[in-house]
Structures are given as C-alpha cells and as structure tokens.
C-alpha cells in the first residue's frame, strides 16, 4: 500500500514532491490548479518534466491528481457544465503530462433534481472529457450521500461508469469517511468484507484505483461528509486498522487527505501512524 498524503503545489508544481519527502509519502494527491477558481493553471512542458525527475529521484510512487470542488458534472446549468468539462479536461491533460495514477472526481449533484438525469448528463461530461485527453484514468470517488449528491451507492457509481461509455480508463476512489458516512461499515473484517463484496457485484474491484483514508466526525449513515485526523473520529484506530490492513488495497495509492497539522495538513507522525495501524491490523488478520 502506498501510503501518502494531499499535499500543496504552492511555488510550483515541482514543489509537491518535496513537500511530499518532507513527510515520508509514498503516493501523493494534488490540485493541478487552485480549488477556489475555475480558470485552469497551465504548466509548461519544463514543469512537469522538473516534476516527473523530482518523482524518479524519491521514494514516492504514485501522485493522483483531484479535480476541484467547484465542478458538478451533472449540473442542470449548461454554463456550469462547460466550465466542468474545460477544467475536467485540462485535469486530465495534467494527468498525462506527469504519469499520474488517475484524475479523482466528485462527479456532481443533482441538487433537488432528478438523480437518472443527473447521471445521464454527468456521464457526458465525462466522456466528453476522456474524448479530449489521452490516457490518465479517472476515479469516481463515493460520496457521504449529503443532499442530491452523485455516487453515494456503489449502483450509482456503476451509473456513471455506465452513463460515461465504460471506459476502461474509469475507476473509483474509496473514501473511508464516505463510505461510513454514507452507511456503509468498514470498522471490521466482516463488514468491510461485505461492503467491498456488495462493490465487486455492482461495479467490479477491477475499477478499484485508490484510496483515500479519513476518519469521520460523523456517524454511521449520517450523510455528512467531515473529515477527523486519523484515529480521531468515529472509525478510530482500531477501524482504519482493519481498512488499511484490507489484502485488496494492498498495492494501491492510499491518499490521508486530513491530517493533524495546520489546518488539516498531513504530517510524517501521522502517516508514521497509518503505518503502524496497517501493521496491527494485518496482525490481527493472521492470527
């Protein structure tokens, strides 16, 4: 498992690296432009190449790149969608440039429309977007199921995988906040094990790409989506334990997105942390 963290481009996208060695990363996620704009940042082809040198020469083995909060593919506003599919692509093109593992999405919300209609425009969009691109994957991340969201269920991510064309390039991303959030109980081998049974026969784990581990301030099924430092919250050292110990993530990007740092940052304690709770768990699993 590659256990890593988000990590900030401040300065340049080269930058990313070194903040990801500063914590001991082995994958790291990033914004390729600033999660608060539309407008997409372009990098030359001296950045990423400066980015992809700064990769080979650490230990990090992965980065995943996560498309900004501000799209909703599924929008029912024409305007909304187009700035989706330009900012979506862009992501994509980024993604190619430096080897990225895959483009993270959250697909969008229906708000208070109808859900079948949201997929079917969602999944334009995102064939639109892999039309344009060349080969960096995109993972579908499950939602915590909050209002009119897209992707609570494993069935509405089939939805969209489907609703996209099937692509192979289309993957998923696992948020463990999520998926307690959204009900699905990953704190034990035995739920986890039906949770990821019940995605295997909705989507298939072929599509599963990457992780990201979060523990969650909110309970089981609560539809709130907020994020706790690991061993912090409601799934608790000794559930991350389990998830990260799971056979099936094994050699997948694991992306701690909320740390204990300033203002949420990962640190090195906390993925020296995750390590340790991997370890107990596969303990706990062999005996």
């Given amino acids: 498992m590659l256990i890593g963290a988000h990590v900030s481009t401040a300065g340049g996208?080269?930058?990313?690296?070194?903040?990801?060695?500063?914590?001991?990363?082995?994958?790291?996620?990033?914004?390729?432009?600033?999660?608060?704009?539309w407008r997409p940042t372009s990098y030359s082809e001296e950045d990423c190449a400066a980015f992809r040198e700064a990769m080979a020469a650490s230990r990090i083995e992965a980065v995943v790149i996560h498309a900004v909060y501000l799209l909703n593919c599924g929008s029912d506003d024409p305007d909304i969608?187009?700035?989706?599919?330009?900012?979506?692509?862009?992501?994509?093109?980024?993604?190619?440039?430096?080897?990225?593992?895959?483009?993270?999405?959250?697909p969008g919300s229906a708000k208070g429309g109808d859900v079948?209609?949201?997929?079917?425009?969602?999944?334009?969009?995102?064939?639109?977007?892999?039309a344009d691109s060349d080969h960096c994957g995109?993972?579908?991340?499950?939602?915590?199921?909050?209002g009119g969201t897209l992707g609570r269920s494993f069935a509405e991510l089939a939805a969209l995988t489907?609703?996209?064309?099937?692509?192979?390039?289309?993957?998923?991303?696992?948020?463990?906040?999520h998926l307690l959030a959204s009900g699905y109980d990953v704190r034990t081998?035995?739920?986890?094990?039906?949770?990821?049974?019940?995605?295997?026969?909705?989507?298939g784990l072929e599509r599963l790409h990457s992780i990201h581990l979060n523990d969650s301030l909110t309970k089981l099924g609560s539809n709130r989506d907020r994020h706790a430092a690991p061993g912090t919250g409601e799934i608790g050292e000794a559930g991350l334990a389990?998830?990260?110990?799971?056979?099936?993530?094994?050699?997948?990007?694991?992306?701690?997105?909320?740390?204990?740092?300033?203002?949420?940052?990962?640190?090195?304690?906390d993925l020296q942390l995750l390590r340790k709770l991997r370890r107990r768990g596969q303990q706990q699993r062999s005996k």
């Fill in 242 to 269: 389990v998830f990260l110990s799971e056979p099936r993530f094994d050699s997948l990007p694991c992306v701690m997105e909320t740390g204990s740092g300033e203002k949420g940052a990962g640190t090195a304690a």
């Fill in 138 to 146: 995109l993972h579908l991340e499950n939602t915590a199921g909050a």
């Fill in 81 to 106: 969608r187009a700035k989706s599919l330009t900012s979506l692509t862009q992501s994509l093109r980024v993604g190619d440039q430096i080897g990225a593992s895959g483009v993270v999405l959250h």
């Fill in 116 to 130: 079948g209609e949201a997929i079917k425009r969602a999944g334009e969009v995102i064939a639109a977007a892999l």
């Fill in 162 to 177: 489907e609703a996209a064309g099937g692509s192979n390039r289309i993957g998923m991303c696992l948020d463990s906040c």
């Fill in 13 to 37: 996208l080269v930058k990313a690296v070194g903040r990801g060695i500063e914590v001991d990363a082995h994958s790291i996620q990033i914004f390729n432009q600033s999660p608060r704009m």
């Fill in 189 to 203: 081998p035995t739920t986890l094990d039906s949770v990821l049974a019940e995605c295997d026969q909705e989507i």
